[in-house]
């Protein structure tokens, strides 16, 4: 995992609000390397499933390595999504997803890459200053196979409360 | 969490298979109960927003207190589904989910329960020894409000293979 250098106590000051959010714009937001030790911690704490745990095993599975619980190939997006624009977002929050669909398994050493792209825009009809999006984030590894789509809600801020 | 009791090396022998999920069946798969520590630590390594890590920002947030990332949600209930059945099972992973939804937040203290009903069932066309089962997952707090709901997808081995 990418080391935490995140401020905890003062997240940077808000450069990108709901009405920045534009349908059909594209971000690219960073690649994370897996790495084997981590793939093992997680299947450990929250996946023991014997091929996300045990090479043999894995080998004589669907997948033929040992690969990476789909949950920690969510949450290792969310870390890219969090540090190269959620945190610097008047995010408020997400109230789920319409899709996710685990594509391809994740292996050690991988190299993953978040694209997101905004799908649609509205503002939330009982909130003036809050408005709703709903993207498609694409996991793309190192051979250009996508390996994680999700298409999923936030919740931002707007800049500009809508009149009443 | 609950302490890893499970055996890495040698999951247990295989009692459910594909004919044993019976659609409109229902299934209690155990309970869970966080913690303010692991709430953090998840956050931490996965999700650092200002209202997973910081009591002062969480406040102040829609929230209004503390709370657990969906992410880490997720990830505690694939355990008690881990745990509770599916190593028990014949199961050879998932493609993924028709949706997912964070209802509530998830606080430090809070005692999850899980419940899975089987919502259909299919053999796969192309591998005679599979089949596919969607599943509704529905994750319960201490005060008896849903906190998560997911539909998803499994893929199971068969008892007994498809005559061609």
Request: charge should be negative.
């Amino acid at each position: 995992m990418i080391p935490a250098t995140h401020n905890e106590a003062a997240p940077s000051a808000i450069k990108y609000y709901w009405e920045d959010m534009v349908v059909g714009s594209r971000r690219d937001l960073g690649s994370v390397q897996t790495t084997k030790e981590e793939i093992l911690s997680f299947a450990r704490q929250f996946d023991p499933q014997p091929f996300h745990l045990d090479e043999d095993a894995a080998r004589e599975s669907v997948f033929g390595s040992l690969c990476a619980s789909g949950w920690h190939t969510c949450a290792m997006t969310m870390r890219l999504m969090v540090d190269n624009f959620l945190n610097d977002s008047s995010s408020l929050g997400s109230p789920g997803l319409e899709s996710l669909k685990w594509l391809k398994p994740v292996f050690p050493g991988d190299t993953l890459t978040l694209h997101l792209t905004v799908l649609e825009s509205r503002p939330m009809g009982k909130r003036p200053d809050v408005g709703l999006v709903r993207s498609a984030w694409e996991l793309v590894n190192q051979h250009g196979a996508k390996v994680l789509y999700m298409d999923g809600y936030g919740m931002f801020r707007r800049r500009h409360r809508a009149s009443d």
